[in-house]
C-alpha cells in the first residue's frame, strides 16, 4: 500500500479521535461495505466515529452490521453538518473529489481537520493523506489493505469481513471484471478464513429482489436497443415506467451489465430519468480498452473507471438518445478496433 505521509497518520491514529467517513452520492456496495468496514475498525482502535452518505442508499446493503448508524445528510442535513464540522479526522472513501457527495461537499471544503482519501477513481483531488490506486477494481480491498499496513489484520472479524467483502464482490461483478486479481481473490480467501461466507453476502445482495423489480427488468431488456455496426446496445427507463414497477432505489443496478453479454459488443448504455429532477442518469459500462472514464467525462459530465462510469444529461430523452448516437457515429472507428 502506498498512502502519502502514511506514518504521520499512524500517529494521528495512535490517540483517540472524533472521526467522520463519508462516502459518495447514490452509495452501492462498495461505498457502504467501506464506510461500515472502516467504521468498526476504528471503533476498535478506541475512535468515536459517525458515518455520513448525501442521499438514501438501497435496502439490499441495509442487513450489514451498523448499517442503520450511517446518517443520510438529505435527511439529517444540521446533524451530518454538525458532525462534519466537529470532526478531528475525515475519511474519504471510494470517491475522490468534494463534487460528489453534494452540499457535504462544501462542509468537507470549510473543515480543517486533515482529510484521509482511499479511493479507486481516477483523477482524484488532493487531499492530506491520500491511497490512490485505480488498478484496484474496489475500495473495500483498499481498505483490507490499509488495515494490513497498520499491522491490524487481527482485528478483522467476521463482520468487518463481510463489508469488505460486498464492496470487492459488488464492484468485480462478481468477480467477473478485468481488474479482479489474483491479489483480491487472496484476500478474499483470507476474509473467509475470518468467518465470511459467500453465500450469505450474495443471497442477501441479489436474491432479495421483489417481484416487480424482476418484472421492471424484462421491461427494460424487452426495449433493448442493439446497434452491431457500433457493437454497441442501450437501454432506457422513464420516470413512467419506474413508477409504473415501483422501482425502489437500487433496482436499476446492474441493468447495462446484460447489454455486454451479447457476442464481441463492447459497450452497453443506461439512460434512467431522475425521479424527482428533469435529467437522466447514465450508466456506461464497455469490454476491454473501450475507455468510458473518458466518454463519460467528455460527453456527458461525468466519470468513473475505464469499464464503469456514469453521467448525466439534462436534455430530453429524444435529444440524449440523438446526441449519443451521433457520438457513436463519432467514434464508430474506435468502438470497431476497440479489444
Ligand atoms: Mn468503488
Known amino acids: 500500500m502506498q498512502m502519502t505521509r502514511f506514518e504521520e497518520l499512524k500517529n494521528l491514529l495512535s490517540k483517540p479521535k472524533q472521526i467522520v467517513i463519508l462516502s459518495h452520492r447514490n452509495p452501492d456496495?462498495?461505498?457502504?461495505?467501506?464506510?461500515?468496514?472502516?467504521?468498526?475498525?476504528?471503533?476498535?482502535?478506541?475512535?468515536?466515529?459517525?458515518?455520513?452518505?448525501?442521499?438514501?442508499?438501497?435496502?439490499?446493503?441495509?442487513?450489514?452490521?451498523?448499517?442503520?448508524?450511517?446518517?443520510?445528510?438529505?435527511?439529517?442535513?444540521?446533524?451530518?453538518?454538525?458532525?462534519?464540522?466537529?470532526?478531528?479526522?475525515?475519511?474519504?472513501?471510494?470517491?475522490?473529489?468534494?463534487?460528489?457527495?453534494?452540499?457535504?461537499?462544501q462542509w468537507v471544503e470549510k473543515s480543517t481537520a486533515p482529510k484521509v482519501m482511499i479511493d479507486h477513481h481516477q483523477q482524484p483531488q488532493e487531499f492530506d493523506f491520500m491511497y490512490s490506486d485505480t488498478e484496484i477494481p474496489a475500495a473495500c480491498q483498499m481498505i483490507y489493505n490499509f488495515i494490513e499496513a497498520m499491522g491490524h489484520l487481527d482485528l478483522i472479524d467476521r463482520?468487518?469481513?463481510?463489508?469488505?467483502?460486498?464492496?470487492?464482490?459488488?464492484?468485480?461483478?462478481?468477480?467477473?471484471?478485468?481488474?479482479?486479481?489474483?491479489?483480491?481473490?487472496?484476500?478474499?480467501?483470507?476474509?473467509?478464513?475470518?468467518?465470511?461466507?459467500?453465500?450469505?453476502?450474495?443471497?442477501?445482495?441479489?436474491?432479495?429482489?421483489?417481484?416487480?423489480?424482476?418484472?421492471?427488468?424484462g421491461k427494460v431488456l424487452g426495449s433493448i436497443r442493439i446497434l452491431p455496426e457500433y457493437r454497441t446496445a442501450f437501454m432506457y427507463l422513464t420516470r413512467k415506467q419506474q413508477l409504473k414497477y415501483n422501482t425502489q432505489k437500487g433496482d436499476t443496478e446492474g441493468f447495462v451489465n446484460y447489454g455486454l453479454g451479447i457476442d464481441n459488443f463492447i459497450f452497453s448504455v443506461i439512460f434512467i430519468e431522475d425521479m424527482q429532477k428533469n435529467f437522466y442518469k447514465i450508466s456506461f459500462r464497455s469490454k476491454g480498452n473501450f475507455d468510458v472514464n473518458e466518454f463519460a467525462r467528455k460527453y456527458f459530465n461525468g466519470g468513473g473507471?475505464?469499464?464503469?462510469?456514469?453521467?448525466?444529461?439534462?436534455?430530453?430523452?429524444?435529444?440524449?438518445?440523438?446526441?449519443?448516437?451521433?457520438?457513436?457515429?463519432?467514434?464508430?472507428?474506435?468502438?470497431?478496433?476497440?479489444?
Not at 448525501?54 to 451530518?80: C, H, R, T, V
Not at 462478481?174 to 478464513?193: Q, Y
Not at 451521433?326 to 472507428?333: D, F, G, M
Request: overall charge negative; aromatic content about 8%.
Open 305 to 339: 473507471h475505464i469499464n464503469a462510469a456514469g453521467g448525466r444529461s439534462d436534455l430530453t430523452l429524444k435529444e440524449t438518445l440523438d446526441k449519443f448516437e451521433k457520438l457513436l457515429e463519432q467514434h464508430k472507428e474506435e468502438l470497431n478496433k476497440a479489444e
Open 159 to 217: 463482520s468487518i469481513g463481510e463489508c469488505i467483502y460486498t464492496g470487492i464482490m459488488t464492484d468485480t461483478g462478481n468477480f467477473r471484471f478485468k481488474n479482479t486479481s489474483a491479489a483480491t481473490h487472496r484476500i478474499v480467501a483470507e476474509l473467509m478464513d475470518k468467518g465470511v461466507e459467500a453465500d450469505r453476502v450474495y443471497n442477501h445482495i441479489f436474491n432479495t429482489q421483489s417481484p416487480d423489480r424482476l418484472r421492471l427488468l
Open 29 to 105: 456496495g462498495d461505498a457502504i461495505g467501506s464506510s461500515l468496514a472502516m467504521n468498526h475498525y476504528l471503533t476498535r482502535l478506541g475512535h468515536k466515529c459517525d458515518m455520513i452518505v448525501p442521499n438514501e442508499f438501497p435496502k439490499f446493503l441495509k442487513w450489514m452490521d451498523g448499517a442503520k448508524d450511517i446518517q443520510i445528510a438529505e435527511y439529517s442535513p444540521s446533524n451530518s453538518r454538525n458532525l462534519v464540522e466537529n470532526a478531528e479526522l475525515i475519511f474519504i472513501l471510494d470517491f475522490n473529489t468534494t463534487s460528489r457527495i453534494d452540499e457535504v461537499g
